[in-house]
Nanobody, 120 residues
Framework: VQLVESGGGLVQPGGSLRLSCTASGFTYNSYAMAWFRQAPGKEREFISYFARMGTTKYADSVKGRFTISRDNAEKTLTLQMNSLKPDDTGMYYC????????????????WGQGTQVTVS
């Protein structure tokens, strides 16, 4: 399993970024996919997931601002982030788990290297 994130960067409050995760090495449409983030000195936190069958879930802190999508043909996972706030700053990670989704990072065995998002 290989996951590669891209799209992070520095953005002003109120701005937007689009993160992408490209997957390889596994049967993508059999996996639940998720985004987590980790701010300096804090634990990794759930942001959003996209289940195999299409169910999505968002953390309350990003609901209405972030949108997750996946393209099974291209094996990509995308996170559109709008109305960004300084509290959104952190390293954003793509994660994969066979079958069911979870909001717990410990349930995901596969991770990308992360992409940094700074809102300032």
């Amino acid at each position: 399993v290989q996951l590669v994130e891209s799209g992070g960067g520095l953005v002003q409050p109120g701005g937007s970024l689009r993160l992408s995760c490209t997957a390889s090495g596994f049967t993508y449409n059999s996996y639940a996919m998720a985004w987590f983030r980790q701010a300096p000195g804090k634990e990794r936190e759930f942001i959003s997931y996209f289940a195999r069958m299409g169910t999505t879930k968002y953390a309350d802190s990003v609901k209405g601002r972030f949108t997750i999508s996946r393209d099974n043909a291209e094996k990509t996972l995308t996170l559109q982030m709008n109305s960004l706030k300084p509290d959104d700053t952190g390293m954003y990670y793509c994660a994969a788990r066979e079958t069911l989704c979870s909001v717990m990072s410990s349930q995901y065995p596969a991770w990308g290297q992360g992409t940094q998002v700074t809102v300032s």
